[in-house]
């Protein structure tokens, strides 16, 4: 049974950083495309980065030149290390794994950005 845990999440004040990670079992990880979503209050759910199966990673306007995803298919984890984190990066971040008609949740991080 495919299962993902986040981990890393909490409080920090603007301008510093927090590493999320993100633990897989269950599934051929090395074949998944594995991203990072986040969802604030009131708003939908909303792609931050991805890495695809050989290691590229991807992404989205509100992370590029703050965050880098990075993914350890030996370990099967995922990671996001963000920096500079503002208030509007608020959320619950979630781990998703996807490859043909799969596709995987963790239960997410609650990630919080306040002085």
């Known amino acids: 049974q495919a299962h993902l845990v986040e981990s890393g999440g909490g409080l920090v004040q603007p301008g510093g950083s927090l590493r999320l990670s993100c633990a897989a079992s269950?599934?051929?990880?090395?074949?998944?495309?594995m991203s990072w979503y986040r969802q604030a209050p009131g708003k939908t759910r909303e792609l931050v980065a991805q890495?695809?199966?050989?290691?590229?990673?991807i992404y989205t306007d509100p992370a590029k030149g703050r965050f880098t995803i990075a993914r350890d298919n030996t370990k099967e984890t995922v990671s996001l290390q963000m920096n500079n984190l503002q208030p509007e990066d608020t959320a619950v971040y979630y781990c998703?794994?996807?490859?043909?008609?799969?596709?995987?949740w963790g239960q997410g991080t609650q990630v919080t950005v306040s002085s």
């Open positions: 269950g599934f051929s990880f090395e074949n998944f495309l």
């Open positions: 998703n794994a996807a490859w043909w008609q799969s596709n995987y």
């Open positions: 890495i695809r199966a050989d290691d590229l990673p």
